[in-house]
C-alpha cells in the first residue's frame, strides 16, 4: 500500500515509516517540522506542510494514489496543553478534522490514528483496560479523546475504518541505530537521564518521592518505539484485512518507578549520576501501567524488546553516537 504518515518526521513516526518501508509499503511523509527532523526522515519522501492545510491535504490525497493514513501529527506535551489549550484543540482536534474530511473526499478507507494513555485521567484500576473510564485531566488528553468520539461517526455514515492505539511511555531507540529520540525541549524521563550521563545536563531532577509506590517515585509503564511502530503495521494490515474499527492499549503491562529507570540507566552507562528531588507536577498520577491483553489476542502483537535494560541500552547507544541529536538540516524545531 501507499500510505500517509503524518508527523512521519517526529520520533515515533519515523521509526514506523522505517518499518513501514521494511515491510515493503510506499510511504509519503506530512510534516511541518516544528517538532521532526528532515534527517529522521531517509527512505520516503517528505512534504512539509500543516494537517490545518486543507487544500495542501486535497491536492496531496487525490493526485498521490494513498490507500490509508496513520495519523501521528499533533501537539503533545502535557504542561504546555494545560497553558495553550486552544493550540491543542486548533492543532489536535481542527486539524484532524480537516485530515478527515480529506481523507473521505479523496475516498481514503482506513486509519490508523496515534492516541494516548492521556485519554484515561486518573486510573481507577491497574492495570488500565481498554473498557476503563476516559476521563481525561488535561486538554491533550481531551483533544486526543474529541478525535476518538468522531471516529465511530465517520465510520457509521462515511465507511472509514480506523484503528485508534492509545499507548503509554515510548522509549528506546531503533536497534539499528539509524534513529532516536529527540525534543526540543526535552521533556521525557530517558534522554533527560542520558543526557545527564552525557554531562550536558548538571542532574536528574525527580518530581516527587511521597507518592503511594514501593520508593515513592512514579511508577510508568514504557514501551519502545520499535514495537509501537509494528504495532501500527499490524493495524492497519488488520484494516486492510477487513478487521472492524477498534481501541487497542500499547504498553508492556509491567511498571518501573522513576528511580529504578534511573538506577537501570546508572547499570547501563556504568556509573552513578547525580539526582535531586522535587515537589510533584501537578497532574502525574501514582501508577500509569497497562494492559496490552487485547492487541495481543486479536492483532497478536508481541513486544520484542520489553526488558527496561535493553530499552535504555538501544537509547544509550543511539545517543553516544548523536550527542547533540539529529544534524539540523534545513528547517528544524526552533528555527
Given at each position: ?36 527532523w528532515r534527517a529522521a526522515v531517509t527512505k520516503a519522501r517528505l512534504i512539509e506542510g500543516e494537517i490545518t492545510n486543507q487544500r495542501l491535504l486535497c491536492e496531496l490525497l487525490q493526485t498521490v494514489k494513498i490507500n490509508a493514513v496513520i495519523h501521528f501529527a499533533a501537539s503533545s506535551l502535557v504542561g504546555e496543553s494545560m497553558q495553550c ?251
Amino acid at each position: 500500500m501507499h500510505i500517509l504518515v503524518t508527523g512521519g518526521a517526529g520520533y515515533i513516526g519515523s521509526h514506523t515509516v522505517k518499518d513501514l518501508v521494511k515491510a515493503r509499503h510506499q510511504v509519503t511523509v506530512l510534516d511541518n517540522l516544528s517538532k521532526g527532523w528532515r534527517a529522521a526522515v531517509t527512505k520516503a519522501r517528505l512534504i512539509e506542510g500543516e494537517i490545518t492545510n486543507q487544500r495542501l491535504l486535497c491536492e496531496l490525497l487525490q493526485t498521490v494514489k494513498i490507500n490509508a493514513v496513520i495519523h501521528f501529527a499533533a501537539s503533545s506535551l502535557v504542561g504546555e496543553s494545560m497553558q495553550c489549550p486552544a493550540d491543542y484543540y486548533a492543532n489536535n482536534v481542527t486539524g484532524s478534522l480537516i485530515l478527515l474530511e480529506a481523507m473521505r473526499e479523496a475516498g481514503i478507507p482506513y486509519l490508523v490514528f496515534s492516541s494516548t494513555a492521556a485519554v484515561y485521567g486518573e486510573p481507577v484500576e491497574i492495570p488500565i483496560s481498554e473498557d476503563h473510564p476516559a476521563i481525561p485531566t488535561n486538554p491533550y488528553g481531551a483533544t486526543k479523546l474529541a478525535l476518538e468520539e468522531a471516529l465511530p461517526w465517520y465510520y457509521q455514515a462515511y465507511g472509514l475504518r480506523y484503528i485508534s492505539l492509545r499507548y503509554f511511555n515510548a522509549a528506546g531507540a531503533d536497534p539499528d541505530g539509524e534513529l532516536g529520540e529527540v525534543h526540543e525541549p526535552e521533556t521525557h524521563l530517558i534522554p533527560l537521564v542520558l543526557k545527564t550521563a552525557l554531562g550536558q545536563t548538571p542532574e536528574i531532577k525527580i518530581f516527587g518521592r511521597d507518592y503511594p509506590t514501593p520508593d515513592g517515585t512514579c511508577v510508568r509503564d514504557y514501551i519502545h518505539v520499535t514495537d509501537l511502530a509494528q504495532a501500527h503495521i499490524l493495524a492497519l494490515e488488520a484494516l486492510a484485512g477487513g478487521a472492524n474499527p477498534s481501541i487497542y492499549n500499547l504498553g508492556n503491562g509491567n511498571g518501573y518507578s522513576v528511580l529504578e529507570v534511573v538506577q537501570a540507566t546508572e547499570k547501563v552507562v556504568g556509573k552513578p549520576l547525580p539526582k535531586t528531588f522535587s515537589r510533584r507536577r501537578v497532574g502525574d498520577p501514582a501508577v500509569l501501567v497497562a494492559s496490552a491483553e487485547k492487541i495481543k489476542r486479536e492483532l497478536h502483537w508481541r513486544p520484542c524488546y520489553s526488558d527496561l535494560h535493553t530499552i535504555i541500552e538501544t537509547a544509550w547507544r543511539w545517543h553516544q553516537k548523536n550527542p547533540l541529536g539529529y544534524p539540523k538540516i534545513g528547517i528544524y524545531p526552533g528555527s
